[in-house]
Structures are given as C-alpha cells and as structure tokens.
C-alpha cells in the first residue's frame, strides 16, 4: 500500500509564508491529477486548495488562495509541493495532499501537516 506524507507545515505569524511537501513511498503510475485540500479546525468538509494536471501540467486554485499559493510537482517523481506565500489566520488548518491515478486504486490521500497561522 503506497503512502504519501505530507510535511512543513507549522506556525507562522500572519503574512508570513511555508511550504508544503508530499512525497510518495513508492512511485504511483498513471498519475494524471495532484492536488492540495484542506480542512479548517471545527470543520469536517475538506476544501479544495489547488490542483495540477499530470496531463497538461495545468493549474487551478481555490479562490481563497488565488494569487497567493503556488502548486508545483513531479508525477514521475510523485512529488507535491505547495508554497503559500503572505498567509492569514483564515488558511489555518490541516492540509492534505491527493493523488488520483489511473490505476487501481485510484486515489491516495496523506495524513496531513498542521498550518496555524497566528494573527
């Protein structure tokens, strides 16, 4: 059973930046999407932060982030970043990374890295 860790998070005052890694424990093949979700204290929805297309390497983010973070990654290497630049107490949570592949199975979740953003 294939395992992604996520890592980096931790406290930063407000306005400050961190980033995020995800690394695999074996390569997962047929990766055609990589994303980053999140889910604030309290609060039992996951959000959808961004995302990158293994096929186009595409980006799109959450509109509460749009701007700010950046998604990078390597599907050959199935490595995950995000760089969250000028944060606010908002982005506070535990942030997860996905893996959907085209394979079975087909989708892989971390156990997530804590964020606390201080105001």
């Known amino acids: 059973q294939v395992q992604l860790v996520e890592s980096g998070g931790g406290l930063v005052q407000a306005g400050g930046s961190l980033r995020l890694s995800c690394t695999a424990s074996?390569?997962?093949?047929?990766?055609?999407?990589m994303r980053w979700y999140r889910q604030a204290p309290g609060n039992n929805k996951r959000e959808y932060v961004a995302?990158?297309?293994?096929?186009?390497?595409?980006?799109n983010y959450g509109d509460s982030v749009e701007g700010r973070f950046t998604i990078s990654g390597d599907s050959a290497k199935t490595t995950l970043y995000l760089e969250m630049n000028s944060l606010k107490p908002e982005d506070t949570g535990t942030y997860f990374c996905?893996?959907?592949?085209?394979?079975?199975?087909?989708?892989?979740w971390g156990q997530g890295t804590q964020v606390t953003v201080s105001s």
């Open positions: 995302g990158l297309s293994s096929i186009n390497n595409g980006t």
């Open positions: 074996r390569r997962i093949l047929g990766i055609y999407a």
């Open positions: 996905n893996i959907r592949a085209r394979a079975v199975p087909d989708d892989y």
